[in-house]
DNA sequence: TGATTGATGAGCT
DNA sequence: GCTCATCAATCAG
C-alpha cells in the first residue's frame, strides 16, 4: 500500500525525519505527467543552536515557510539553483529536512530534458540538480506537501533496514559542520558525493 | 579520479 | 558588498 506522508510524519525532530524520508519518494505532478524519484541523502537542520539553519538570524521573508507548519516546502535559491527542504516539527519550530539526492523513478525522459544531461547519475544527485530534474521552482514555497497535488511525498512500503543509513556530517556548508546531521543510503549510486 | 576554479542570483546587513 | 545548504568545466596525473 501507498500513502502520502501526512503531517505526523514530519511532526517530529528532524534528527528522526530525515533518515525515515530515505526511501520515500519525492512525487511530482509536472502538467499531468508524473515524474518521481526516490530519496537517498537527506540533511537534518534544527531550529535552534544551530548555526548552518537559514532560521538560526531568525524569521525573515526569506525563510518564513520554515515557521510554517510540518510537511511544508521550503524551496530557496542559493546561487543560481534552487534546494528543497521540508518543514519538520510544530509551527515556529523553525528546522527542517533537506532533501539532497533522488534515484530517478519514473519520467526519466522528462528529467533528461529538464536537465539538458543524459547521463542518469547526473539527473538528481544533488539539491540544485534534483530541483532543477523535477521543475521545482520557488512558486513551491510554501507548498503544502501531505496533500495529493503537484509535489507530494508517498510511502510505498520500500524498507530500508538500519544498517544501510550512514550518518556523517552534513557538506556544502561553512557553519556547524561538525555535527552529524547527514544522512544517505549505503548502497545508492545516486547520492551528491561519496 | 580528484582537486581547483569560475559563474551565477537572491537575500541580508 | 558579502554570504551562501551549488554545479560543472577544466586540468593534472
Redesign the pocket.
Known amino acids: 500500500m501507498t500513502k502520502i506522508l501526512t503531517s505526523d510524519f514530519y511532526n517530529r525532530n528532524p534528527l528522526l525525519v530525515a533518515p525515515d524520508l530515505l526511501g520515500k519518494i519525492l512525487v511530482r505532478n509536472f502538467d499531468g505527467k508524473i515524474i518521481s524519484g526516490r530519496i537517498v541523502e537527506t540533511?537534518a537542520?534544527l531550529a535552534f543552536n544551530d548555526?548552518?539553519?537559514?532560521?538560526f538570524?531568525?524569521k525573515?521573508?526569506?525563510?518564513?515557510s520554515?515557521f510554517g507548519k510540518p510537511g511544508t516546502a521550503?524551496v530557496?535559491?542559493?546561487?543560481?539553483?534552487n534546494?528543497?527542504?521540508v518543514v519538520t516539527e510544530g509551527v515556529n519550530i523553525p528546522s527542517?529536512v533537506?532533501i539532497?539526492?533522488l534515484e530517478p523513478l519514473e519520467a526519466i525522459e522528462i528529467m533528461k530534458s529538464l536537465?539538458?544531461?543524459e547521463n542518469l547519475k547526473?539527473l538528481t544527485?544533488?539539491?540544485?540538480?534534483?530541483?532543477?530534474a523535477l521543475a521545482i521552482t520557488?512558486g513551491f514555497n510554501g507548498y503544502d506537501l501531505t496533500k495529493l497535488g503537484d509535489l507530494y511525498i508517498i510511502d510505498d512500503n520500500y524498507s530500508v533496514s538500519e544498517k544501510d543509513i550512514i550518518k556523517v556530517k552534513?557538506?556544502?556548508?561553512?557553519?556547524a559542520t561538525e555535527n552529524e546531521y547527514r544522512f544517505y543510503l549505503k548502497d545508492s549510486q545516486f547520492i551528491?558525493?561519496?
Open positions: 540533511e537542520y548555526e548552518a539553519s537559514h532560521s538570524v531568525g525573515t521573508e526569506r525563510n518564513k520554515l521550503y530557496h535559491s542559493i546561487h543560481m539553483q534546494c528543497i527542504d527542517s533537506l539532497r539526492a536537465r539538458g544531461k547526473d544527485t544533488g539539491p540544485g540538480k534534483l530541483c532543477k520557488k552534513r557538506i556544502g556548508i561553512s557553519k551528491s558525493k561519496k
